[in-house]
């Protein structure tokens, strides 16, 4: 399973860093995104980064602004985000491609949301 962390109340102008820990029970995190969810919206995708680290996408609205990351060893991956927007509140997700053992399939796996709110 994948876990988000690292939401909360922020001002505009601010940041915040998220985290995505991967479980024990996961052998290997291979790509992996972020996406965020406001209610009556559809999930959007925030970025997202290759394994190997060099193929990074971001959503039109977060570029320039939120980077993201990884660290293979330790199975996470991060969200630092910047220049806070009240339009950037709502419920971040982690998503990965994650292996349970080697040799194993992957398999799609969404985590647990942190949620995020920027006050104007």
């Known amino acids: 399973q994948l876990q988000a962390s690292g939401g909360g109340l922020v001002q505009a102008g601010g940041s915040l860093t998220l985290s995505c820990t991967a479980s024990e029970t996961i052998f290997r995190l291979n790509d992996m995104g972020w996406y965020r969810q406001t209610p009556g919206k559809m999930r959007e995708m925030v970025a997202t980064i290759s394994r190997g680290g060099k193929i990074i996408n971001y959503g039109d609205s977060v570029k320039g602004r939120f980077t993201v990351s990884r660290d293979n060893a330790k199975n996470m991956g991060f969200l630092q985000m910047t220049g806070l927007k009240p339009e950037d509140t709502a419920v971040y997700y982690c998503?990965?491609?994650?292996?349970?053992?080697?040799?194993?399939?992957?398999?799609?796996?969404w985590g647990q949301g942190t949620l995020v709110t920027v006050s104007s």
């Open positions: 998503n990965g491609r994650v292996v349970y053992s080697a040799g194993d399939y992957e398999y799609d796996t």
